[in-house]
């Protein structure tokens, strides 16, 4: 058989294991195949949380340790953990593992993602975040692009050339080194808060470009290398053409997601929709996803290791930069959970709570909570509490978690001091 002739038959072979995903079989002497073409909204909600790691046994929860094995496992399961700076309770790229996984010891963590040998680093891949080193070339494209003198940062380096002479000179002699280690006149805040300083600007225009990379974070300042200096060279080294590139995102974005229509996919990575759609129609010929109808939404892509579990039994607080509900139009339309973070809205304006967390239930979002970890006096403050309207909370577990949380941070103890429909009751079954 020839190549062309075995490549078309293995393709073949799995589109037709695709069709044949979640088939119902029955009968005892034969098999009866129903193509899954449409799905219910409840089972594409189960679908998604499943391929997230929802609905799985939560090790930290039940006395078990999680080591290595698990973080590692989960986070290629997500391919991506969002990083963000505010820690009024916990940095955002530590709370989807705790949701999945329960209570776990975030230095073993930390040495897998910043350590000197980390197998991971980080990109501009949806926003600021961790991924694994290898899918590092798969960003090249938009990398180059970013050089481009139609993009902001094509302009800056531009208009400062020398700048980023210097920083590449300098980081060959001293790195890895962070921003303020880096000696120079220019290198002095213009401002509050993200008043960056030139040589900082220079620092994160160059990992943009992806000529600088991370090389680990102390307090969560970023530690700054020449790529060549912490990623192995066959991974600098690899070029990966657009097409082919966007065209993995899209494959992995649609295994991380389960199932998903054309923008939740492209949201996945902040890719286009025009380039998430072509991608899927090659991945659709391939057998990688199965076109399927949900009720209520538009076209929508299962991909075809997706399970369609009968029921999630799960209860987590979910960061506002989780995968389940990063996409806001997608968590109204799967939870019809309407969600906007309040960070940047004046205290007098906050509906809700400065960091509000989504309460999952199984597979239903069923309040908000605002969380501040008051590390001076040892106390898990919950500055708010919210129940969904209609929503029946189980009050019982949502204390278990809410005493795993602070248990989890050191906390000594859990005091409700904030407004909202749900925390007179938390605040009874609690005791605080």
Same mark, same amino acid.
């Given at each position: 058989?020839?190549?062309?002739?075995?490549?078309?038959?293995?393709?073949?072979?799995?589109?037709?294991?695709?069709?044949?995903?979640?088939?119902?079989?029955?009968?005892?002497?034969?098999?009866?195949?129903?193509?899954?073409?449409?799905?219910?909204?409840?089972?594409?909600?189960?679908?998604?949380?499943?391929?997230?790691?929802?609905?799985?046994?939560?090790?930290?929860?039940?006395?078990?340790?999680?080591?290595?094995?698990?973080?590692?496992?989960?986070?290629?399961?997500?391919?991506?953990?969002?990083?963000?700076?505010?820690?009024?309770?916990?940095?955002?790229?530590?709370?989807?593992?705790?949701?999945?996984?329960?209570?776990?010891?975030?230095?073993?963590?930390?040495?897998?993602?910043?350590?000197?040998?980390?197998?991971?680093?980080?990109?501009?891949?949806?926003?600021?975040?961790?991924?694994?080193?290898?899918?590092?070339?798969?960003?090249?494209?938009?990398?180059?692009?970013?050089?481009?003198?139609?993009?902001?940062?094509?302009?800056?380096?531009?208009?400062?050339?020398?700048?980023?002479?210097?920083?590449?000179?300098?980081?060959?002699?001293?790195?890895?080194?962070?921003?303020?280690?880096?000696?120079?006149?220019?290198?002095?805040?213009?401002?509050?808060?993200?008043?960056?300083?030139?040589?900082?600007?220079?620092?994160?225009?160059?990992?943009?470009?992806?000529?600088?990379?991370?090389?680990?974070?102390?307090?969560?300042?970023?530690? &700054?290398?020449?790529?060549?200096?912490?990623?192995?060279?066959? #991974? $600098? /080294? @690899? !070029?990966?053409? +657009?097409? %082919?590139?966007?065209?993995?995102?899209?494959?992995?974005?649609?295994?991380?997601?389960?199932?998903?229509?054309?923008?939740?996919?492209?949201?996945?990575?902040?890719?286009?929709?025009?380039?998430?759609?072509?991608?899927?129609?090659?991945?659709?010929?391939?057998?990688?996803?199965?076109?399927?109808?949900?009720?209520?939404?538009?076209?929508?892509?299962?991909?075809?290791?997706?399970?369609?579990?009968?029921?999630?039994?799960?209860?987590?607080?979910?960061?506002?930069?989780?995968?389940?509900?990063?996409?806001?139009?997608?968590?109204?339309?799967?939870?019809?959970?309407?969600?906007?973070?309040?960070?940047?809205?004046?205290?007098?304006?906050?509906?809700?709570? &400065?960091?509000?967390?989504?309460?999952?239930?199984?597979?239903? #979002? $069923? /309040? @908000? !909570?605002?969380? +501040?970890? %008051?590390?001076?006096?040892?106390?898990?403050?919950?500055?708010?509490?919210?129940?969904?309207?209609?929503?029946?909370?189980?009050?019982?577990?949502?204390?278990?978690?809410?005493?795993?949380?602070?248990?989890?941070?050191?906390?000594d103890g859990i005091s409700v001091v904030g407004r909202g429909d749900l925390s007179a009751d938390l605040a009874g079954v609690?005791?605080?």
């Amino acid at each position: 058989m020839n190549g062309k002739r075995t490549a078309a038959v293995h393709g073949a072979l799995r589109l037709l294991e695709a069709r044949l995903l979640h088939a119902r079989l029955s009968g005892r002497l034969g098999i009866v195949v129903h193509v899954v073409d449409s799905v219910s909204a409840a089972q594409a909600r189960r679908i998604a949380l499943a391929a997230q790691g929802f609905g799985r046994q939560e090790s930290g929860r039940q006395g078990r340790q999680v080591g290595t094995r698990q973080l590692n496992q989960l986070i290629r399961r997500l391919g991506v953990l969002q990083l963000d700076s505010v820690n009024v309770f916990e940095r955002s790229h530590y709370l989807p593992v705790f949701a999945r996984l329960g209570a776990y010891d975030r230095s073993i963590l930390d040495t897998l993602t910043f350590g000197a040998r980390s197998r991971y680093t980080e990109a501009w891949a949806h926003q600021a975040a961790i991924i694994p080193i290898e899918s590092w070339p798969l960003w090249r494209w938009a990398m180059d692009e970013r050089r481009e003198p139609t993009n902001t940062w094509g302009r800056w380096a531009e208009a400062h050339a020398p700048m980023l002479d210097f920083l590449r000179t300098e980081l060959a002699e001293k790195g890895p080194v962070p921003a303020g280690k880096i000696e120079h006149e220019a290198n002095a805040r213009t401002g509050p808060w993200w008043g960056w300083s030139d040589v900082k600007t220079g620092l994160e225009c160059l990992f943009m470009f992806g000529e600088v990379v991370a090389a680990g974070r102390t307090r969560f300042e970023r530690t &700054y290398a020449l790529a060549e200096q912490c990623l192995p060279s066959e #991974i $600098v /080294g @690899r !070029i990966i053409p +657009k097409r %082919d590139a966007t065209r993995e995102l899209v494959r992995s974005g649609a295994e991380a997601l389960g199932i998903g229509t054309v923008r939740d996919i492209a949201d996945y990575w902040r890719l286009s929709q025009a380039v998430t759609k072509t991608a899927l129609g090659e991945l659709v010929d391939s057998g990688d996803v199965l076109p399927v109808r949900v009720e209520g939404w538009q076209q929508a892509y299962l991909h075809r290791d997706a399970r369609i579990p009968r029921r999630i039994d799960h209860l987590a607080l979910l960061s506002p930069f989780d995968p389940i509900v990063w996409e806001r139009a997608r968590a109204l339309r799967m939870f019809d959970f309407h969600y906007r973070i309040e960070i940047y809205t004046p205290a007098a304006k906050r509906i809700f709570g &400065y960091y509000t967390l989504p309460l999952l239930q199984d597979d239903a #979002i $069923v /309040g @908000r !909570i605002d969380l +501040k970890t %008051d590390r001076q006096n040892s106390v898990l403050l919950v500055q708010s509490a919210w129940r969904e309207t209609g929503a029946s909370i189980d009050l019982d577990r949502v204390a278990v978690l809410l005493r795993d949380t602070a248990a989890w941070q050191g906390m000594d103890g859990i005091s409700v001091v904030g407004r909202g429909d749900l925390s007179a009751d938390l605040a009874g079954v609690l005791g605080a």
